[in-house]
C-alpha cells in the first residue's frame, strides 16, 4: 500500500526517488551532486531507495530561493512549524557525524538532522547567526539498522516532538523537547546528506522524504511510515481503526450527555435531547470520515451532525449537515452527536 498525499494542503512536498529526484507535489525538484544512485535491492518504500556514497561525496539539494511558496524554514518565514519525515538507513557502522536532512549552514545556522559522531541521533537548532542548540534524542541501538524519524517543529513555540520506529527491534518511542531559543528560517538550502558548512555526508539509504507544514501527529507519523496515510482521514479517537485525528471526548467536548470511562474505553450516553459538540478542529483540506458514531450509547437514536469551513471562523457560522459518510472537508470541523 503506498501513501496518498494528494488532498492533504499541509504537505508541501515529497520525494520517493523512484529513480529519480523529481518531487511529487509543487515541483521542488532536487539536484544530485556526486552521481547518486537508486537502489531497487533495498527499497524502503515503492520500488526504488536513493543510496549515497560518502567517498563520492553525494547529496541532493535545492537552493532556498527555488524552494516553492510555504516551504518550512524558506527565507521569510515566520510560522516556522511543521513536520519532515524520512526513512534512512546508515551503512557505515562507525559511528561518524552523517547528516540526513538540513537546511543548514556554518553562518547562519537553522535546522538539522544527523547521527552524531556517538552513534546518537541528534538535532541541532539553529537560533543566532553560528549559533546552536544540541537536542541528543537517543542513541541509536544499531547504526546499519532501518529506521523512520518523523519530526514536528514549532519554532517559535521552541518545540519538536521525534517519533522513531526501528525496523530492527520493531519498537516506536516518542521523544519531546523545549529549546531556549527561536529556530531561524533562512536562505539556506534544503539539504539531504549535507549542509553548506559540513561535509559530513550520509553513507547509505534515504527514502520518502516528506516536507510539510502546520501542526501534526505521531499518529499521522506513524500512517506515513506504515504506508497507509490517505486523504480520507478517519476523526474520532478509536485505536482499532486508523486515524489520523484522535480527539478525547473529556476536555474537548461541550455538552449534556454523560462521558464514562476513559482513553479508548470512552462512551457517551445519551437521554433524549442530550447532545455533545466537539471544539473546531483544523483538520486540513481532504476527505473525512468521522468514527464518533460508535460511542454513542444509550436511549434513543444518536445522530452525527458536523460543520466545515475553510477558516474556523466559517466553520462555527456553518449549518450542520448530517453525516452520511465519508465527505470532503474545507480545513475545519466541528462535530455534534444528539440524542433524538
Not at 541501538?141 to 524519524?149: A, F, G, K, S, W
Not at 437514536?301 to 452520511?324: F, I, L
Request: charged letters at 20%; one cysteine or more; proline letters at 2%.
Amino acid at each position: 500500500m503506498a501513501n496518498n498525499f494528494d488532498l492533504d494542503t499541509r504537505i508541501i512536498d515529497y520525494w520517493l526517488f523512484e529513480n529519480n529526484l523529481n518531487a511529487g507535489r509543487n515541483g521542488n525538484d532536487l539536484t544530485g551532486s556526486g552521481s547518486p544512485t537508486y537502489n531497487s535491492a533495498t527499497p524502503m518504500e515503492g520500488s526504488y531507495s536513493l543510496e549515497l556514497e560518502r567517498s563520492d561525496l553525494q547529496y541532493a539539494y535545492r537552493n532556498d530561493a527555488d524552494l516553492s511558496a510555504g516551504f518550512p524554514l524558506k527565507n521569510g518565514d515566520t510560522t516556522k512549524k511543521g513536520m519532515i519525515a524520512v526513512h534512512f538507513k546508515s551503512e557505515n557502522a562507525t559511528a561518524i557525524y552523517q547528516l540526513i536532512i538540513t537546511k543548514a549552514a556554518a553562518n547562519p545556522r537553522s535546522f538539522q538532522l544527523h547521527i552524531s559522531d556517538a552513534g546518537d541521533l541528534e538535532i541541532w537548532w539553529g537560533y543566532a547567526g553560528a549559533n546552536y542548540e544540541t537536542w541528543t534524542i537517543v542513541a541509536l541501538p544499531t547504526l546499519t539498522t532501518h529506521y523512520h524519524v518523523g519530526v514536528i517543529f514549532d519554532g517559535v513555540a521552541k518545540t519538536a516532538t521525534v517519533r522513531l520506529y526501528d525496523y530492527n527491534a520493531a519498537t516506536v518511542n516518542t521523544y519531546t523537547h523545549t529549546f531556549t531559543n527561536e529556530l531561524l528560517a533562512t536562505t539556506n538550502p534544503f539539504y539531504i546528506s549535507k549542509s553548506t558548512a559540513s561535509g559530513n555526508y550520509f553513507d547509505g539509504i534515504i527514502d520518502e522524504v516528506v516536507v510539510a507544514v502546520g501542526d501534526w501527529t505521531v499518529h499521522e507519523i506513524d500512517q506515513i511510515r506504515q504506508g497507509i496515510f490517505d486523504a480520507d482521514v478517519c476523526w474520532g479517537h478509536d485505536t482499532s481503526v486508523a486515524e489520523t485525528n484522535i480527539r478525547n471526548f473529556t476536555g474537548n467536548w461541550t455538552g449534556t450527555a454523560l462521558i464514562s470511562g476513559s482513553g479508548d474505553a470512552e462512551e457517551l450516553h445519551f437521554d433524549i435531547g442530550e447532545y455533545e459538540e466537539s471544539e473546531t478542529w483544523n483538520i486540513g483540506a481532504r476527505r473525512v470520515k468521522i468514527t464518533l458514531d460508535k460511542y454513542a450509547s444509550g436511549y434513543g437514536t444518536p445522530t452525527v451532525e458536523y460543520k466545515n469551513g475553510a477558516t474556523q471562523v466559517a466553520c462555527e457560522a456553518d449549518s450542520w449537515h448530517a453525516y452520511t459518510g465519508p465527505f470532503v472537508c474545507s480545513g475545519w470541523i466541528k462535530v455534534r452527536v444528539e440524542c433524538n
